[in-house]
Nanobody, 122 residues
Framework: QVQLVESGGGLVQPGGSLRLSCVAS????????MGWYRQAPGKGRELVAR???????NGADSVKDRITISRDNAKNTVHLQMNSLKPEDTAVYYC????????????????WGQGTQVTVSS
C-alpha cells in the first residue's frame, strides 16, 4: 500500500504565500515524477507543476512565475511554494506521484493524495 499525505493548505489573502507539502509512504520501490494538480469548483483537474526524480520541472503557464516546486528524494517528499496568490488560485490541490511499488517494481502507477483546500480571499 502507498499513501500520499498533503499538508499546508488554508486561507490566505491575495498577494500572500503558502507552502504545500506531500509525503509518500508505504511499499515504495521507486518514485518517478511527483507533482501538484488543482481543481477549482466547477472545473476539471489541471496540472500546477511536476518534477521528475532527476529534477526536471514543468508547470502551468498561469502559475510558473509564482511557484517553486522542489522534492527531497531521500524523504519521498515534494513541496510547492506559491507566492503572489490570486483569488483564481482557489482550489483543492492534489499531490500526485508516479510510483513503482515493491510488489510491482516494473510497473508505474499513479497515486493521489486526499487533497488540501487553498482559498485566496480577503
Amino acid at each position: 500500500q502507498v499513501q500520499l499525505v498533503e499538508s499546508g493548505g488554508g486561507l490566505v489573502q491575495p498577494g500572500g504565500s503558502l507552502r504545500l507539502s506531500c509525503v509518500a509512504s508505504g511499499s515504495i520501490f521507486r518514485i518517478n515524477a511527483m507533482g501538484w494538480y488543482r481543481q477549482a469548483p466547477g472545473k476539471g483537474r489541471e496540472l500546477v507543476a511536476r518534477i521528475t526524480s532527476g529534477g526536471r520541472i514543468n508547470g502551468a503557464d498561469s502559475v510558473k512565475d509564482r511557484i517553486t516546486i522542489s522534492r527531497d528524494n531521500a524523504k519521498n517528499t515534494v513541496h510547492l511554494q506559491m507566492n503572489s496568490l490570486k483569488p483564481e488560485d482557489t482550489a483543492v490541490y492534489y499531490c500526485n506521484a508516479q510510483i513503482l511499488t515493491t510488489a510491482r517494481p516494473y510497473y508505474e502507477d499513479a497515486y493521489w493524495g486526499q487533497g488540501t483546500q487553498v482559498t485566496v480571499s480577503s
